[in-house]
Structure formats: structure tokens, C-alpha cells
């Protein structure tokens, strides 16, 4: 809409290209969500969304690889759980921001780097054989991995060839045209001249930059990966392999968010090497390779930006957005909050929701006993401790505070959590033989029962609907039965499915008496934890966010934004947090713990599957402004009935439209005399998207014009509205 976008690196916004290409997007003007005019329902929030997905599926894969590795996979599989089911992960793993395209890769490095650290130096990848029919090949992980870096750089390098070749099939001359490097700025299609937006205009690079012409800067983006490949032409070694995949990795996230990519997991892995004394790694880590990876895989784009556009770019992407945000209070969202040492321990407190004491617990567990202590220090758990203390110490740092800020420190929080519970469930098996899946069924059953019979027990909706009436009563009746119900079912599945294990001693002693106790001591503060966590999550303090937008808050920035009237979540929130406060203080019984350990991640999992499918479904309408544009569309008559902007600048009224809106951030004289343009051109019919607040402003600013009718509801959308002007009555059949 209005100029160039310097704020955030590319990487994003390519998969957002690629994935609107591959799905079909109609993302021209005036194409984006018009065809809910004729009955479809578009939704390229999808398209726009899913490689996010995706890069967060393979991370949490990826890592959960590594803690396997190094830790077992019990272990890893707990801390998978643990991370899937944290809201920070879940809710920012279903938006499109640049902060999942770097956490992502970096998670991902670490899983890397874990397999490398567990890797015998001298194993060799192994071959599989591939039978074509004519031919056979034999690929490994080595063409895995090189063949990955070569697909990352490789559309780069024909990208920027093709910026001073062009290959003309309908206008003559016919065949390749080789020009200086040219661009358009402004958006186009129709958009041109449109209130809001920049004048089109073609631009050529100027003349001193000549030198730096993007076919030229690609012959050493195809030295340097050509270089990368000589390197390792031989190269089969599976710890070498792992190190330069974590290397790519950093690449990646180095992409998708700049320094804080690069910087703390080179950071990490330094201290890691010098803290535990692995210096014979130093020779193994394949730095040299992962420089040239890096450079070419991360560094064409930010080369190119600087060559056409010059200072202007790394002022405002280097200088203000990484620069001054890290050591300058760029933004004031936070203002009156306590921005010191205690703000991201209270963020995490919700972001980590239900595991916020255990997780609590599993960053000091591995420091429990000086003999597994020192055993622990020359492994890899030191790898994860140090991930976490450099992204805290980081971005606690760091000025500029926003909540999701702290999320890259959040996967190995929930790995060390996966730990800890692996510890509490200790060496015996959870079921009886063959019963697995019976045993893991009613715990889901039994999990859900209570959940759902402590969330009867108070006033609410699940889907926190609240009526004209106000909020649903509680219905005790119902809510009893299911309880005990589900206690139960729980009790039954223990008893029948559980795995019998030998008595304990009554008094043990030892190493297994100090564990336990240790358990149980964390078992009781993690409930102590989630209950003032939880609370402030069904209580709203006077003057203060409603309880019910913590989770919210842990991906968006405006914390003071009015929370939907018509949706109150406090009776859910109460539901897990007893629940879970329950289940961590029954860590307390030696021969119970493993069996809640199980139940609490069948809670985590219905947590999860309630966060993403009820509460961000529910508030998303809330929070965009999809349905509101819906409504335009549905509306109009015909594409000449203009929907436009009045005292916007939110960007989603430009996505839904492909940019097909006039958009006015202010007004007065300038947004009248337009108004005034398109009456005497003939328009009678005009839309206007606005706050809901400014509605009297815009019916004053119009002239009270013959009928202002609002379309859209504080129901549908508490923030946005649509309205439709009508300057006078149409003509009916019978005038005409």
C-alpha cells in the first residue's frame, strides 16, 4: 500500500509466494475473497499459512531426533508432547510471522547438532539403492542434505540471472533481452493511483551500482555453493553430515529473522564446546563449510536489497528493526508493564501453560545429584541449558520487549520437561503387556471426562460463547457425573491396563528415595505454579488485559485492545488448571506417578487440541478482518461499489482486497474531495471498513448522507466494521 516493506527479512514472504502459486491463490485485485460472491468460500489464509506448518512439524521432528539420540526416546517423545501442547508453540505455529521461520530452523539445528555431539566420528552414511528400471542409483544422506542446500540456492542464483535477462515470447523483439536490472515499485494490476498507494514507476539501478548487477553477483553465489559441494565431495562421515545440516539450518534462520537467527545458536554451540571441553569438536563442526553456507544460502537476498536500494534499506532493516530494537525502546506496546528481568518469566508462565512448573522443574532437574551432575555436564543436556540461558539473557537484554520475543527459548524448555517426566516415570513399563492402546485410551477418556466435568462446575461455554443472557450456567449436575465418572475410568484403566510393578521397599533410601522425594517436591510447586498461573487466566484484575487474552497476547502486540464481549473462556481455564494442579500434586504417590505423568499428557493433548481448534478459531474473526471483507463481497451489487479504508492502516483490509481499496490512514479534505470525485463520476454506493468507534466521525465526514447502514456486528468482530452508503434511493422498476 504505502512504499516499501524494510522491516523483516524475506524468507517468509517467499513461502507465502510459493505457496500461493502452488495452491492457486487468486491474489490479484479485487480476487483474493470475491468469489464468496458466488457461493465458494475462499480461504488463502492456508495457503499463506501452511509452510509455517509444515517447518514446524519437521523442527519439532527434527529435534525430537536429536533428544532420542542423546537422551532416549522416551525421554524425547515426553518432550515432544511437552512442546506441542505449549501455546506459544501451537498458536505461533498457525500464523504466518517471521518468528516460527527462524525458531523453526533453529530448533532444528539443535536436533542437528545433538545427533552430531551422539554420532561415532568414524560411521559412514549409509547407501540406499533406488531401482529406476533402466538405471539404479545409490543416494545417502549426503545427497540429502547437499541436494537440499543446492534447491535453496539454486532458484536465487536463476533469479537474479533472470533480472538482466528476460525472455520475451509476445512482444518483439522475440527471445532473450539482456537489460541493466529493472524493477517496478507500487502495486499494480489496476492499483495504481488508488488513495493510499505510491505512484507505479519503473525503476533502474543507478548507474555507480551498475558493477553489482544481479547476473554479476550470481556468478559468486555459484562460486561459493560450488565451493560448498568441492569441499564435500567426498564426504560421507554421519557426524560431518549432521554438523553441516545444522549449519543450513542456522541459513535458514538466518533468513527468516536476520541476527537472532544466526547469532544464538553460534553462540550456544560456542560456549557448549568451551563449557564442557569437547575441543576435539572443534575440528568436527565443519566451520569453514558452514560459513560458505551461510553466505550463500542467507546472504544473496540482503546483497542484492542493498545494491538496489542502497542505505535506506540497512537503515531501516539493520539499523532500526535489528539494531535499535535490541539496545533502544523502539515500541511502546508494553508501556506501564515491568520490562525487567521478571517480564519473560511472566510471559512463559502462559506460554508454557500446563507445563509451567514442571518446566519450571526440568531447567534445574539436571542439577539435582553431583554424581548424575557431573555425568550430565560432559554430555548433551549442557546444550539445551545453554540454549535457553542465551535466548533469555538475549532478549531479556534486548529494549524492545514484546511477549512472543522469548519464544525461541521455548523448545528447550519443553525438552528439559520431557526429562524430568522421564525421570518420574521411572525404569518400569506404563502398561501390562499388549495393552497399550487400551491403556492410552482411557486415559484419553478418563482425562477428558474430568476436564470436562471440573469445567461444568462453573459458569461458561466451551467455546466461550457468552448470550445476551450472559454466561451459561453452570450445570453441577452433569459436571459431578462426569467426574466421578472419569475418575473412574481413570482408576479402572491404572488397575486393568497398568503395568504391575514390583512393591517397593517401604522405606527406601539412597539415590531412589532422593529422587522421589525430589519428584514429589516438584510435583507440589508445579501445582502451586499452575494455580497462580491459571488464576490469572480466569480472573480479570481491575484495570487490567481480560484473563481470557493471555494467550492471545503471547503472538499479537496490542495488549491493550478491548477483549470481545461476547466470549469469556474463564470456565475452561479454571477446568485445566484444577485439573492439572491435581494431577502434579498426585506426584506425591511413588506408585501413581508414571500413571499421571501419562494422564497429564493426555491433558497437554486435549489442551492443545482446544487451543487451536476452539479458542483461536473462535477469536481469529476477532483479531483479522476476514469476515468483515466477506461481507463486503457478499453485499456488493458489482465491483463498481468501491470498498474503502477510513482511518485504516492494519494491512488486512489490503490483503483481503489484493490492495483493490482506497485507503485514507487520516482524512479531512483530501479523503471528502475524493468522496466528492466519485459521486460525480456516478458512484452511489460506496462501502467503508472502520473501526467501530469511528463511525459517527465517518457519517460526519460524509454529510450524513441518505442511508449508512453498519453490516457487520461487535459479535462478529469487536474491532472492525462494514458499513454501506447509499448517497440516494435507486431507482425502482416501476419509477424506470
Given at each position: 500500500?504505502?512504499?516499501?516493506?524494510?522491516?523483516k527479512?524475506i524468507?517468509?514472504?517467499?513461502?507465502?509466494?510459493?505457496?500461493?502459486?502452488?495452491?492457486?491463490v487468486?491474489?490479484?485485485?479485487?480476487?483474493?475473497v470475491?468469489?464468496?460472491?458466488?457461493?465458494?468460500?475462499?480461504?488463502?489464509?492456508?495457503?499463506?499459512?501452511?509452510?509455517?506448518?509444515?517447518?514446524?512439524?519437521?523442527?519439532?521432528?527434527?529435534?525430537?531426533?536429536g533428544?532420542?539420540?542423546a537422551?532416549g526416546?522416551?525421554?524425547?517423545?515426553?518432550?515432544?508432547?511437552?512442546?506441542?501442547?505449549?501455546?506459544?508453540?501451537?498458536?505461533?505455529?498457525h500464523?504466518?510471522?517471521t518468528?516460527?521461520?527462524?525458531?523453526?530452523p533453529v530448533?532444528?539445528?539443535f536436533?542437528?547438532m545433538?545427533?552430531?555431539?551422539?554420532?561415532?566420528?568414524?560411521?559412514?552414511?549409509?547407501?540406499?539403492?533406488?531401482?529406476l528400471g533402466i538405471?539404479k542409483?545409490?543416494?545417502?544422506g549426503?545427497?540429502?542434505?547437499?541436494?537440499?542446500?543446492?534447491?535453496a540456492?539454486?532458484?536465487q542464483?536463476?533469479?537474479l540471472?533472470?533480472?538482466?535477462?528476460?525472455?520475451?515470447l509476445?512482444?518483439?523483439?522475440?527471445g532473450?533481452?539482456?537489460?541493466w536490472d529493472?524493477?517496478?515499485a507500487?502495486?499494480?494490476a489496476?492499483?495504481?493511483?488508488?488513495?493510499?498507494?505510491?505512484?507505479?514507476?519503473?525503476?533502474?539501478?543507478?548507474?555507480?551500482?551498475k558493477?553489482?548487477q544481479?547476473?554479476i553477483t550470481?556468478?559468486?553465489?555459484?562460486f561459493?555453493?560450488?565451493?560448498?559441494?568441492?569441499?564435500?565431495r567426498?564426504?560421507?562421515?554421519?557426524?560431518r553430515?549432521?554438523?553441516?545440516?545444522?549449519?543450513?539450518?542456522?541459513?535458514?534462520?538466518?533468513?527468516?529473522?536476520?541476527?537472532?537467527?544466526?547469532?544464538?545458536?553460534?553462540?550456544?554451540l560456542?560456549?557448549?564446546?568451551?563449557?564442557?571441553?569437547?575441543?576435539?569438536?572443534l575440528?568436527?563442526v565443519?566451520?569453514?563449510?558452514?560459513?560458505l553456507v551461510?553466505?550463500c544460502v542467507?546472504?544473496?537476498?540482503?546483497?542484492?536489497?542493498?545494491?538496489?536500494?542502497?542505505?535506506?534499506?540497512i537503515?531501516?532493516?539493520?539499523?532500526?528493526d535489528?539494531?535499535?530494537?535490541?539496545?533502544?525502546?523502539?515500541?511502546?506496546?508494553?508501556v506501564?508493564?515491568?520490562?525487567?528481568?521478571r517480564?519473560?518469566?511472566w510471559?512463559?508462565?502462559?506460554?508454557?501453560?500446563?507445563?509451567?512448573?514442571?518446566?519450571?522443574g526440568?531447567?534445574l532437574?539436571?542439577m539435582?545429584?553431583?554424581?548424575?551432575?557431573r555425568?550430565?555436564?560432559?554430555?548433551?543436556v549442557?546444550?539445551?541449558?545453554?540454549?535457553f540461558?542465551?535466548?533469555f539473557?538475549?532478549?531479556?537484554?534486548?529494549?524492545?520487549k514484546?511477549?512472543?520475543?522469548?519464544?525461541?527459548?521455548?523448545?528447550?524448555?519443553?525438552?528439559?520437561?520431557?526429562?524430568l517426566?522421564?525421570?518420574?516415570?521411572?525404569?518400569?513399563?506404563?502398561?501390562?503387556?499388549n495393552?497399550f492402546?487400551?491403556?492410552?485410551?482411557?486415559?484419553?477418556v478418563?482425562?477428558?471426562?474430568?476436564?470436562?466435568?471440573?469445567?461444568?462446575?462453573?459458569?461458561?461455554?466451551?467455546?466461550?460463547?457468552?448470550?445476551e443472557?450472559?454466561?451459561?450456567?453452570p450445570m453441577?449436575?452433569?459436571?459431578?457425573?462426569?467426574l466421578?465418572?472419569?475418575?473412574?475410568?481413570l482408576?479402572a484403566?491404572?488397575?486393568?491396563?497398568?503395568?504391575?510393578?514390583?512393591?517397593?521397599p517401604?522405606?527406601?533410601?539412597g539415590?531412589?528415595?532422593y529422587?522421589?522425594?525430589?519428584?514429589?517436591v516438584?510435583?507440589i510447586a508445579?501445582?502451586?505454579?499452575?494455580?497462580l498461573?491459571?488464576r490469572?487466566?480466569f480472573?480479570?484484575?481491575?484495570?487490567?488485559v481480560?484473563?481470557?487474552?493471555?494467550?492471545?497476547?503471547?503472538?499479537t502486540?496490542?495488549?491493550?485492545?478491548?477483549w470481545?464481549?461476547?466470549?469469556?473462556?474463564?470456565?475452561?481455564f479454571m477446568?485445566?488448571?484444577?485439573?492439572?494442579?491435581?494431577?502434579?500434586?498426585?506426584f506425591?504417590?511413588?506408585?501413581?506417578?508414571?500413571?499421571?505423568?501419562?494422564?497429564?499428557?493426555?491433558?497437554?493433548?486435549?489442551?492443545?487440541?482446544w487451543?487451536?481448534?476452539?479458542?483461536?478459531?473462535?477469536?481469529?474473526?476477532h483479531?483479522g478482518?476476514?469476515e468483515t471483507?466477506?461481507a463486503?463481497?457478499?453485499?456488493?451489487?458489482?465491483p463498481?461499489?468501491?470498498l474503502?479504508?477510513?482511518?485504516?492502516n492494519?494491512?488486512?483490509?489490503n490483503?483481503?482486497?489484493g490492495?483493490?481499496?482506497?485507503?485514507f490512514?487520516?482524512?479531512?479534505?483530501?479523503?471528502?474531495?475524493?468522496v466528492?470525485?466519485q459521486?460525480?463520476?456516478?458512484?452511489?454506493?460506496m462501502?467503508?471498513?472502520?473501526?467501530?468507534g469511528?463511525i459517527?466521525?465517518?457519517?460526519?465526514e460524509?454529510?450524513?448522507?441518505?442511508?449508512?447502514?453498519?453490516?457487520?456486528?461487535?459479535?462478529?468482530?469487536?474491532?472492525?466494521?462494514?458499513a454501506?452508503?447509499?448517497?440516494?434511493?435507486?431507482?425502482?422498476?416501476?419509477?424506470?
Amino acid at each position: 500500500q504505502d512504499g516499501w516493506f524494510w522491516s523483516k527479512p524475506i524468507l517468509d514472504f517467499w513461502l507465502q509466494g510459493l505457496s500461493f502459486s502452488l495452491f492457486g491463490v487468486r491474489y490479484m485485485p479485487d480476487q483474493m475473497v470475491a468469489a464468496v460472491a458466488d457461493g465458494r468460500l475462499p480461504q488463502p489464509e492456508w495457503a499463506a499459512r501452511l509452510p509455517i506448518f509444515l517447518m514446524t512439524v519437521t523442527a519439532a521432528y527434527v529435534l525430537y531426533k536429536g533428544c532420542s539420540k542423546a537422551f532416549g526416546r522416551r525421554a524425547a517423545l515426553l518432550g515432544g508432547v511437552v512442546l506441542m501442547t505449549m501455546p506459544y508453540w501451537y498458536l505461533i505455529g498457525h500464523q504466518t510471522m517471521t518468528d516460527m521461520p527462524y525458531v523453526a530452523p533453529v530448533s532444528a539445528a539443535f536436533g542437528f547438532m545433538l545427533l552430531a555431539f551422539t554420532a561415532d566420528p568414524t560411521r559412514l552414511a549409509k547407501n540406499y539403492e533406488i531401482d529406476l528400471g533402466i538405471t539404479k542409483l545409490r543416494v545417502s544422506g549426503f545427497h540429502l542434505l547437499f541436494g537440499a542446500i543446492v534447491l535453496a540456492v539454486l532458484p536465487q542464483i536463476l533469479y537474479l540471472i533472470s533480472r538482466n535477462l528476460s525472455l520475451q515470447l509476445f512482444n518483439p523483439p522475440h527471445g532473450f533481452r539482456p537489460h541493466w536490472d529493472e524493477f517496478w515499485a507500487g502495486s499494480g494490476a489496476g492499483n495504481c493511483g488508488l488513495p493510499g498507494n505510491q505512484p507505479c514507476k519503473q525503476t533502474i539501478i543507478p548507474i555507480e551500482a551498475k558493477i553489482a548487477q544481479p547476473a554479476i553477483t550470481s556468478l559468486f553465489w555459484v562460486f561459493i555453493v560450488s565451493l560448498v559441494l568441492w569441499l564435500n565431495r567426498g564426504e560421507r562421515r554421519v557426524q560431518r553430515l549432521f554438523f553441516i545440516a545444522a549449519w543450513f539450518c542456522i541459513a535458514i534462520a538466518g533468513m527468516g529473522k536476520g541476527a537472532p537467527g544466526l547469532v544464538l545458536p553460534l553462540f550456544a554451540l560456542a560456549v557448549y564446546i568451551g563449557a564442557t571441553k569437547r575441543w576435539e569438536d572443534l575440528k568436527r563442526v565443519e566451520a569453514l563449510t558452514g560459513l560458505l553456507v551461510i553466505l550463500c544460502v542467507a546472504l544473496p537476498w540482503y546483497v542484492q536489497m542493498y545494491v538496489r536500494h542502497g542505505m535506506p534499506f540497512i537503515d531501516r532493516l539493520i539499523f532500526h528493526d535489528m539494531y535499535k530494537r535490541a539496545f533502544v525502546h523502539v515500541h511502546d506496546t508494553n508501556v506501564g508493564d515491568d520490562t525487567s528481568f521478571r517480564y519473560y518469566i511472566w510471559q512463559l508462565g502462559y506460554g508454557l501453560f500446563p507445563w509451567t512448573g514442571l518446566a519450571a522443574g526440568g531447567l534445574l532437574w539436571w542439577m539435582r545429584d553431583p554424581a548424575e551432575r557431573r555425568k550430565l555436564v560432559t554430555g548433551t543436556v549442557p546444550l539445551l541449558v545453554l540454549w535457553f540461558v542465551s535466548g533469555f539473557a538475549m532478549f531479556t537484554i534486548t529494549r524492545t520487549k514484546f511477549h512472543h520475543y522469548i519464544f525461541p527459548v521455548v523448545p528447550p524448555i519443553a525438552m528439559l520437561t520431557g526429562l524430568l517426566l522421564d525421570r518420574a516415570m521411572g525404569d518400569e513399563p506404563l502398561s501390562a503387556k499388549n495393552s497399550f492402546w487400551k491403556y492410552a485410551t482411557g486415559l484419553g477418556v478418563g482425562a477428558t471426562l474430568v476436564t470436562y466435568g471440573l469445567f461444568r462446575m462453573f459458569p461458561g461455554a466451551l467455546t466461550g460463547f457468552v448470550g445476551e443472557g450472559g454466561l451459561t450456567p453452570p450445570m453441577r449436575v452433569i459436571g459431578g457425573v462426569c467426574l466421578g465418572l472419569g475418575v473412574v475410568v481413570l482408576a479402572a484403566t491404572i488397575r486393568f491396563f497398568g503395568a504391575r510393578v514390583p512393591e517397593e521397599p517401604e522405606h527406601p533410601s539412597g539415590p531412589v528415595a532422593y529422587e522421589g522425594l525430589a519428584v514429589a517436591v516438584v510435583g507440589i510447586a508445579s501445582a502451586v505454579v499452575v494455580g497462580l498461573v491459571g488464576r490469572d487466566m480466569f480472573v480479570s484484575g481491575k484495570g487490567d488485559v481480560a484473563g481470557s487474552a493471555r494467550l492471545m497476547h503471547l503472538f499479537t502486540y496490542n495488549y491493550r485492545r478491548p477483549w470481545p464481549d461476547s466470549i469469556d473462556y474463564s470456565a475452561v481455564f479454571m477446568g485445566f488448571t484444577i485439573v492439572t494442579a491435581a494431577l502434579c500434586v498426585l506426584f506425591i504417590a511413588p506408585r501413581l506417578r508414571r500413571h499421571m505423568v501419562a494422564t497429564l499428557c493426555s491433558v497437554g493433548i486435549l489442551w492443545g487440541a482446544w487451543g487451536v481448534n476452539v479458542y483461536l478459531f473462535k477469536l481469529a474473526p476477532h483479531w483479522g478482518q476476514r469476515e468483515t471483507i466477506l461481507a463486503y463481497y457478499q453485499d456488493r451489487v458489482s465491483p463498481d461499489e468501491p470498498l474503502v479504508a477510513y482511518q485504516m492502516n492494519w494491512k488486512g483490509e489490503n490483503f483481503y482486497t489484493g490492495n483493490r481499496i482506497p485507503a485514507f490512514v487520516s482524512t479531512g479534505a483530501k479523503f471528502k474531495s475524493w468522496v466528492e470525485g466519485q459521486r460525480k463520476a456516478g458512484v452511489n454506493v460506496m462501502y467503508f471498513t472502520t473501526e467501530h468507534g469511528r463511525i459517527a466521525s465517518l457519517r460526519n465526514e460524509l454529510g450524513n448522507p441518505k442511508t449508512l447502514e453498519v453490516l457487520t456486528d461487535k459479535v462478529l468482530n469487536n474491532k472492525f466494521m462494514v458499513a454501506r452508503v447509499r448517497w440516494a434511493e435507486e431507482p425502482t422498476p416501476q419509477d424506470l
